[in-house]
């Protein structure tokens, strides 16, 4: 559940096309408004006029700003469809740079149109075992945008669907306002038994999310390699000339020249990534414009390539971990504990790093990486083990490598967290029944044929002992089975229905 932000969504107009210019030019051609007859100086008549005049409606501040603008819109109804062709047509006509819209002061002309919304998702798994998605609810949400509507919003969503009792856990952001909201629902559910073990494993913060504040804040420093490459794009986007040149010596150094190069936006991690991996396949193109064109001053050394190459390594970590966590046509929450496993052993590596800006960069992100490893790593590490490929062998060797001697207390935290969450829902379904007529008919038939009831009671106590013994030497819960079977191949496509009519 996402609350409060802004979500692109698609419109179409299917009106007229428009002509930005012939319309500012019909308003230049509009006669001057003749004034207004009046027998009296004052402006009571104006006053007056304002009270009844339908447009000053000022029910809608946004509407009513954009009716007071000279914008070329005869309704005074805002249609964003046709605000988005005249914005286009604008950009288009004046050569503003695309960038234009997120300009501080252009956005400050619609921060009085801003609304908040709120998505609410759920995910399940139906009779076949298929992974299910679906938006239950996608709504205005007014203000006040803190925990306690937010909460009551929710549960009255979760309530109207019939779904209270049937939660597992909710995923939100970091924001303040949904630990608030989530304490809340919590205690209601619990209230109302709807959780198992307690609610400890309700609240499930995004890892995506988490995985990018870990990278900003490694980020926050960004080496000289990393500026020299993005001027060096800069420089080569800069006109038509210097882009042909430097596709000369792509082709030059036989180069694939439709892979393209991507210049970052330096909020966005990501692409500072995606960036570093395009300059890095056309390093030798660079190099070779260098030679031949004596403005170019930007480009890295080989010594500076090599240090971007571990820059774009290192990264890599986490861009493929976001790509992962980001699905949503596929179950992820199994796949979570490879990827972060992978990530907190690259960070623990780096921070004993020989270069002093990796080292750096790698302690920063590790302080914020443990922070929240600790709050969720046990529910998505039981995922990991449900999935027949890995198992707990495959939690024991992650641990052994990340913790050392250390290692065992925290599998063992694992494998009692594991049991103890199947046992609760065990003690959730009805036992079958194991009684027959025959069964019933030869014990009354044995209890007969003793008059004392204590030598009765002596044999009873025995059966409670044999049935406990063979239930500890032979009988095992199907958690213990599945655990004990040989793992599938780790590169095996899993099919859930096919293995589940197996068993």
């Known amino acids: ?16 096309d428009i002509d930005l210019e012939d319309e500012l030019d019909e308003v230049a051609e509009l006669p001057p408004p003749k004034k207004a007859k009046t027998k009296s100086k004052s402006t009571g008549n104006l006053k007056r006029h304002l009270g009844v005049c339908p447009r000053t409606d000022t029910r809608d501040v946004g509407q009513l700003i954009l009716g007071q603008n000279a914008m070329s819109v005869s309704s005074p109804k805002f249609d964003p469809a046709k605000f988005r062709e005249l914005l286009c047509a604008a950009i288009t006509m004046h050569e503003l740079p695309f960038r234009f819209v997120e300009y501080v002061g252009i956005r400050a002309i619609f921060v009085t149109s801003t609304d908040g919304y709120m998505c609410v998702t759920a995910h399940f798994t139906d009779a076949n075992w298929v992974l299910q998605k679906r938006v ?3 709504c205005h949400l007014p203000p006040p945008h803190n925990g306690v509507s937010l909460f009551e919003k929710v549960y009255k ?11 597992f856990c909710v995923t939100l952001d970091n924001a303040s306002s949904n630990d608030v909201s989530i304490d809340m629902l919590r205690t209601q559910l619990i209230n109302k038994k709807a959780l198992v073990c307690n609610g400890e494993f309700f609240h499930l913060r995004c890892c995506a999310h988490i995985l990018n504040l870990v990278v900003q804040d490694g980020l926050k420093e960004i080496d000289i390699v990393v500026q020299k490459i993005r001027e060096s794009i800069k420089y080569v986007r800069g006109s038509q000339w210097r882009k042909k040149s430097f596709y000369e010596s792509v082709k030059q150094m036989d180069l694939d020249g439709k892979k393209g190069l991507r210049q970052d936006v330096p909020t966005r991690w990501n692409s500072t990534f995606l960036m570093l991996q395009s300059a890095l396949y056309y390093r030798r193109a660079f190099q070779h414009l260098e030679l031949t064109d004596y403005n170019f001053k930007h480009c890295p050394t080989v010594d500076e390539w090599k240090k971007a190459e571990k820059i774009k390594k290192f990264l890599a970590v986490f861009y493929d971990a976001t790509l992962v966590f980001s699905g949503a046509k596929y179950p992820t929450a199994n796949l979570y504990f490879p990827q972060v496993f992978i990530v907190y052993f690259t960070l623990k590596k780096e921070s004993d790093s020989e270069d002093e800006y990796m080292r750096k960069m ?6 914020k990486f443990e922070k929240y490893w600790i709050e969720f790593s046990v529910v998505l590490t039981i995922a990991v083990v449900l999935d027949p ?24 935290k694992v494998r009692e967290k594991l049991f103890s969450m199947f046992g609760e829902y065990v003690s959730n379904v009805p036992p079958p029944s194991t009684s027959s007529g025959m069964a019933c008919q030869a014990t009354q038939e044995t209890e007969e ?3 004392n009831e204590g030598s009765l009671s002596m044999m009873q106590e025995f059966d409670s002992f044999h049935s406990m013994d063979v239930g500890r030497q032979a009988q095992k819960t199907q958690l213990e089975l599945y655990l004990d079977e040989p793992r599938v191949d780790r590169n095996a496509k899993l ?3 096919s293995f589940l009519e197996r068993k």
Do not use: H
């Open 495 to 497: 099919d859930m229905s």
């Open 136 to 138: 239950l609810n996608f």
């Open 1 to 16: 559940m996402e609350s409060d932000e802004m979500i692109p969504i698609e419109t179409k107009y299917e009106g007229e």
């Open 362 to 367: 790698a302690d920063q992100m590790l302080v």
């Open 157 to 167: 969503l979760l309530s109207m669907w019939g779904i209270e009792n049937k939660i």
């Open 449 to 451: 044929q003793y008059a």
């Open 389 to 412: 490929r890995y198992k707990l062998p495959f939690i024991d060797w992650c641990y052994q490598k990340l913790y050392g001697y250390a290692s065992s207390l925290q599998y063992l």
